[in-house]
């Protein structure tokens, strides 16, 4: 049996998301990673009345970054909460070098976010 390694990265760290501000990753090199497919990102929000989209951008030479053609968000108008309210949701990129994730306050109120990448 061959037991796969998956890869963990905090995207963002319980950071500040004014009203309506979007908030991009560090670059992800995933060309370096062995994966078989499998992405998923763990999110928290909070703050009254705040709402996160997420989305996965990608890019081909490390410098533009946009949401591939017929990909949808990772997540729409996740809502922010007033207790430790973690929800994990699965995504399929296409296949391309490098990757962001965006997350984009929609509800115009500032608040938290905080991100964990897997990528397996």
Known sequence: MTINDIYVRKVFALQTIEASESLDSEVIDIGVLAYTGSFSLQIYVTGAGVSVDALCLQSNDGTNFVVANGVSNI??????VTDEDYEIYGFTPVGARWMKIRLTETQAAAGSVEATLAIG
């Open 75 to 80: 997540c729409s108008n996740y809502p922010g």
